[in-house]
């Protein structure tokens, strides 16, 4: 072992993966095939002549940038002369473009970065962006595609979904190296075969998804073909006796007949569409907020969907629990967003309310409603944000603010059932969901009830792509 070899395994065993990585990108103008050990990028910098017994002048860049000057030592050099070779214009082996992209991404942390991955959706594809977890895999990507090109015009554009500082990292740059010409990255023309062959998968089964249905490949539809499709938890309150007897002003919060009819129409639909479906029955108000939280701080990743049903009485902008206390329908749906649960972000949340939203009074014989006359103590909320101000969202409810939504006591609710019906038929001829759930508002608002009244559904929607279920179930297929 020569040695260069054995200083260089000491490095090696004091990097993390994480750092290794680094290394590889900051790399990426000057080696060929993607790495994963940072003995093998060494073994390629070596063969292409950018290191030898003589010259570890890279090496140290390297672990200059990764912020290791501890290691320094190792290579014959410490933190103060490599910061003096760094001012010399000219003397770093790594380009100044590589090394901006580089302190850009350290920049942005992963964690942020999962709940801002959508800035990219115009140029990455879902299937790609599934697959980044940082920025730096992000311009990976974007200079696969020919997007990054060592210009600042397109990281300009995006600077302004970041921090100030991410701007100013720009500014500086610009002033430095105004006119400095880049090579391009070798690995451009000839990606590795594993990165390329995952790239174009992901591309071919998006473009394909999007030809098979006549429109524009890619970036238009919503991934939605893993093998474990989605969650589905359907929240269904049936016994309001609690309430009844010990809520003051809800003696009129009856047992929700047909509800029963409800769930087993929402298990059949979203089983054949390989969703892994979960019924809670009769939770106080307390219990549905917790059970939701805790569906919020799952792992998705290996899911495209996740879908929440709640069966209740309910006033507007909120679901009774069976203790006959409420819960603000958006405390459902906020703890889903990109922050609070990054394995669904860019992935549809899509919530299910068959609730009443007014305080009518049950008019029909036999048909019940879902309303109350309770006032709750004052937590009737008339805030109409039920959903957050973010994409991929959506919010169905069976019947718009201040109305009854109507439910038979033996065939169950006009929304649910409808919504069941279309869904399964929707699913044979390739609708997307809103088209869906505009059948849905067109078939419940024209059902009456015996005394001439009638329910609209209204969805709520941030969507930003369109949703399409698939199965390969024979009865939906």
Not at 37 to 62: M, P
Not at 239 to 249: H, I
Not at 415 to 437: A, K, N, V
Request: include cysteine.
């Amino acid at each position: 072992m020569t040695d260069l070899y054995a200083k260089l395994l000491i490095i090696k065993d004091q990097l993390n993966s994480s750092e290794a990585d680094d290394a590889f990108f900051l790399c990426r103008d000057l080696v060929r095939q993607r790495v994963h050990e940072f003995t093998e990028l060494i073994d390629q910098l070596k063969q292409r002549g950018h290191i030898s017994i003589n010259n570890t002048d890279l090496v140290a860049e390297l672990l200059y940038y990764l912020k290791r000057p501890d290691l320094l030592k190792h290579i014959g050099t410490d933190k103060i002369a490599m910061e003096e070779k760094m001012r010399i214009k000219g003397a770093s082996k790594i380009s100044p473009y590589r090394a901006l992209l580089y302190e850009l991404g350290q920049l942005v942390p992963d964690s942020t970065f999962r709940t801002l991955k959508n800035v990219f959706n115009d140029e990455l594809t879902t299937a790609t962006l599934d697959r980044v977890n940082s920025l730096l895999d992000a311009f990976v990507e974007l200079e696969k595609r020919g997007v990054l090109n060592n210009e600042l015009k397109y990281l300009k554009e995006k600077s302004t979904h970041f921090e100030k500082d991410f701007w100013e990292k720009l500014v500086e740059y610009e002033k430095k190296h105004a006119g400095t010409e880049v090579l391009a990255p070798e690995d451009l023309p000839e990606t590795s075969e594993d990165a390329a062959g995952e790239s174009t998968e992901a591309q071919t089964s998006e473009d394909a998804a999007g030809e098979s249905m006549g429109v524009q490949p890619s970036r238009k539809f919503y991934k939605m073909d893993s093998k474990e499709r989605g969650v589905c938890l359907i929240i269904n309150n049936f016994n309001f006796e609690t309430a009844r007897q010990n809520f003051p002003g809800c003696e009129d919060l009856k047992n929700r007949d047909g509800t029963d009819r409800d769930v087993a129409s929402l298990q059949d639909v979203f089983s054949k569409l390989d969703f892994l479906v979960t019924v809670r029955s009769d939770l106080g108000a307390k219990e549905i907020l917790e059970l939701v939280k805790s569906y919020s701080r799952k792992n998705y990743e290996k899911n495209d969907c996740f879908i929440c049903c709640v069966l209740s009485h309910g006033n507007q902008g909120v679901v009774f629990g069976t203790d006959g206390r409420s819960t603000h329908i958006k405390e459902l749906t906020y703890p889903f967003q990109s922050c609070l649960c990054p394995s669904l972000h860019g992935k549809p949340k899509i919530f299910f309310i068959q609730a009443c939203q007014g305080e009518r009074p049950q008019q029909c014989v036999p048909l019940s409603s879902d309303a109350c006359n309770v006032s709750d103590g004052g937590n009737v909320t008339q805030d109409t944000t039920l959903i957050p101000d973010e994409p991929d969202f959506l919010l169905g409810m069976a019947t718009t603010p201040r109305s009854t939504a109507f439910r038979d006591p033996d065939e169950g609710s006009w929304y649910i059932q409808c919504l069941c019906r279309e869904l399964t038929e929707g699913c044979q001829s390739g609708e997307d969901i809103l088209s869906i759930l505009t059948k849905v508002n067109r078939h419940v608002s024209q059902k009456c009830a015996q005394n001439n009244e009638t329910q609209m559904p209204q969805p709520w929607t941030t969507l930003s792509r369109t949703l399409i279920f698939s199965s390969n179930h024979p009865d939906l297929c």
